[in-house]
């Protein structure tokens, strides 16, 4: 983990040094090219010019866009020739709804998901060892045993015992997550420092598996900890956490961000709306950004007590246009949970609960204030709302507010509708609509910020939760709310979903559960729209479309370069579609294994 972190810091240096040089090149009266990208299957979304096959940069914009002939008076001696092979080329892609600083601290837990077999565990978790000091803790998540060829040698009713895993790890205390979050293994280091021994009581609603070791005829605990009982463990390493100096917390945060905009560049992604930081969070990367330290550029929500937003949203408020990496200038709330768990906020109970309508889980009055900071700061509002009651709370709410801020008796009558749509409040996730509901979006220029990827991943529960009507009428309804003029913004939800754009934008266009049917394909986003989604709508969202989302000269050149055309390959083929490389700023931020985008050689 550390050497990552040695990596990261070269990168992040040279990156200074690479924009340095763009800055103090002369702007050439000829308007010469920096670089110019050829042999390209140019999707600009662009109306105005949507295909091409050349892209010339200079310094971190483009400068023009067209055929190689065409962009032929623009090459210079000193201009760079880069080859895309043929390859399809798009807007860089903005991920329009995910949590940053959380992508990069799953990116530090050691990922088990993969395993095949607990041998295979024991190597990651030995393999970590070896590159930590004594003491420092071994995190991991994703292992079920389930999932594995063969049960360990040496098992309990399927589950490891932790001597193996012990004897790889004797100086560092380890604690695994299993996939369903619902139980935990440790070592027995950990187990020392937790103080459980096999006398150690099973606490209220947990259990510590335990079973006679072997080589001694002793009951011991065995290192499964099952729910509520995890927390033994869990709770002396987020002591040791708390521990940390500030010089080693600053470490970890820095390699947690280092994480992210690695994932973000090899997935194609060059832009991505944070949903949510506090203002701690912001002010740290405010530095990073004036320090030349981001290599994606992030469109940031303030989240954090509207006492805290009251006293800081004026301070901290900055546009990309004045700060290309960061951009500041919505807040975060939530009204509702999630599906899954019976948490998103219905207007009838559940189908399979007919106790709950679900959880509001903030109060309306404290989004109201936190509108009216919005309003009189200048930022945009984005709600997280998941329910079909949740989303109407909202949608009414945002009405009272534009209502009251362009007053009837000072404007004519329905004007503030024309003067709300200036804002473009969000909503986030917007899953579950009533019928009603859905043209109130592009009436009040509502944008719904949903994430492709959760329509297949929920399906499965979908249904059971709501029943067919609802699911039918309301559920992910991206046909609906684009033919009634909304606009989507597209994402993951990083890191509940992987951040990969490919499967949300196929998830987007097929609505297909894994290896099953499609959920109501007739609310499907054509390929076309889902480019929208991830480019041009997405940009809109976030006020940037002046400098992201298409192809067009003055704009910066974000592009990103995949093996295979989007757009146009077979349907079933999208999945497999992988990230060659992505610029950002006319900077080659990331290049696949095998692809040189800069092997054009002579011009
Ligand atoms: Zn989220």
Redesign the pocket.
């Known amino acids: 983990m550390r050497g990552s972190f040695l990596t990261g810091l070269i990168g992040l240096s040279w990156w200074c040094a690479a924009i340095a040089a763009q800055e103090v090149k002369p702007n050439s009266p000829r308007q010469l090219a920096d670089v110019i990208l050829v042999d390209a299957q140019i999707h600009t979304v662009d109306v105005a010019k949507p295909l091409a096959t050349a892209l010339a940069i200079q310094a971190d914009r483009i400068l023009a866009v067209g055929t190689r002939e065409e962009l032929q008076p623009l090459i210079g001696p000193e201009t760079k020739v880069w080859s895309a092979g043929g390859r399809c080329v798009t807007p860089g892609f903005i991920e329009g709804?995910?949590?940053f600083l959380g992508l990069g601290q799953s990116l530090q837990m050691l990922d088990l998901s993969a395993a095949k077999s607990w041998d295979e565990i024991i190597a990651q978790v030995q393999s970590a060892a070896s590159e930590l000091e004594p003491g420092q803790w071994i995190v991991g998540r994703g292992w079920h045993q389930e999932k594995w060829a063969t049960p360990p040698s040496d098992h309990v009713d399927g589950y490891p015992r932790h001597h193996k895993l012990s004897e790889v790890s004797p100086q560092n205390p380890v604690l695994l997550t299993h996939a369903s979050g619902h139980a935990s293994f440790a070592n027995d280091y950990a187990m020392k420092l937790a103080g459980v021994t096999a006398e150690t009581p099973n606490p209220p609603g947990g259990e510590l598996l335990k079973a006679v070791d072997p080589a001694t005829g002793e009951l011991e605990a065995i290192g499964v900890f099952r729910e509520t009982a995890a927390a033994l463990v869990q709770r002396v390493y987020n002591q040791a956490q708390q521990r940390l100096s500030p010089e080693a917390k600053r470490e970890q945060w820095l390699d947690a961000i280092h994480r992210a905009s690695q994932a973000c560049l090899e997935n194609g992604i060059t832009t991505f709306h944070d949903?949510?930081s506090t203002i701690g969070t912001i002010d740290e990367l405010k530095n990073l950004a004036r320090e030349d330290q981001l290599s994606v550029r992030l469109w940031v929500m303030a989240r954090d007590s509207n006492e805290q937003l009251e006293r800081h949203l004026a301070r901290v408020r900055t546009e990309s246009q004045d700060s290309p990496f960061l951009a500041v200038r919505a807040i975060k709330c939530s009204i509702d949970g999630a599906l899954g768990p019976h948490g998103a906020w219905l207007l009838s109970p559940y189908e399979d609960l007919s106790t709950s309508v679900g959880l509001n889980t903030s109060t309306i009055p404290s989004i109201e204030e936190a509108a009216r900071l919005a309003i009189r700061e200048n930022y945009q509002l984005c709600v997280?709302a998941i329910g079909d009651r949740a989303n109407r709370e909202v949608l009414d709410l945002y009405q009272r507010i534009f209502q009251e801020t362009y007053d009837e008796s000072e404007h004519s009558a329905g004007e503030w509708r024309t003067r709300a749509k200036t804002l473009r409040w969000r909503i986030?996730?917007a899953q579950h609509l009533s019928p009603s509901d859905i043209p109130r979006f592009a009436e009040m220029g509502v944008i719904p910020a949903m994430q492709g990827i959760h329509c297949p991943s929920d399906a499965v529960y979908v249904l059971q939760r709501l029943g067919y009507r609802r699911a039918a009428e309301g559920a992910y309804v991206w046909r609906s709310l684009i033919d009634s003029g909304a606009k989507i913004v597209n994402g993951t939800?990083a890191p509940?979903e992987r951040i990969s754009p490919v499967a949300s934008f196929y998830a987007s266009v097929a609505r297909r559960l894994p290896g099953g049917p499609e959920f109501f394909l007739e609310q499907a986003m054509t390929r076309p729209e889902a480019l929208q989604s991830y480019t041009f709508w997405a940009a809109e969202g976030g006020f940037e479309e002046d400098l992201k989302g298409s192809l067009t000269p003055g704009k910066y050149a974000d592009l990103t370069i995949w093996s295979q055309d989007l757009l146009h390959c077979p349907e079933e083929q999208i999945p497999s579609t992988k990230v060659l490389a992505t610029v950002v700023g006319g900077r080659i931020a990331f290049e696949a294994t095998g692809f040189k985008l800069d092997s054009a050689g002579v011009k």
């Open positions: 709804h995910g949590h949903a949510g997280h986030e996730h939800d509940v």
